[in-house]
């Protein structure tokens, strides 16, 4: 099975910017979509940005304009550039991979973004 490892993370100002890495073993671009979920202290878990196995990008509104998802098929590694971060931002953010049929979801191990005001 796929495995991913996300990388990345760290503290940041508030208004700087990160780079987070999300390395799969195998070949995932192509067949599976993928995506950047996070999760905040005492919040559930949510998506952030997707980008489909077929290329097409989606972003929750919070972070529209500011973080950019995207992928290297031949490095089989997806990026989430972050830019103006706000500590609202601060949580652990995990790299996804789902495949539909059959249905298979595949999660890294996270990385912590920490946004200090």
């Known amino acids: 099975q796929v495995q991913l490892v996300e990388s990345g993370g760290g503290l940041v100002q508030a208004g700087g910017s990160l780079r987070l890495s999300c390395a799969a073993s195998g070949s995932i671009f192509g067949i599976y979509d993928m995506g950047w979920y996070r999760q905040a202290p005492g919040k559930q878990r949510e998506l952030v940005a997707r980008?489909?196995?077929?290329?097409?990008?989606n972003y929750v509104d919070s972070v529209k304009g500011r973080f950019t998802i995207s992928r290297d098929d031949a490095k089989n590694t997806m990026y989430l550039q972050m830019n103006s971060l706000k500590p609202e931002d601060t949580a652990v953010y995990y790299c996804?991979?789902?495949?539909?049929?059959?249905?298979?979801?595949?999660w890294g191990q996270g990385t912590l973004v920490t946004v200090s005001s």
């Open positions: 980008i489909t196995r077929g290329g097409m990008t």
């Open positions: 996804n991979a789902v495949r539909y049929t059959p249905s298979v979801a595949v």
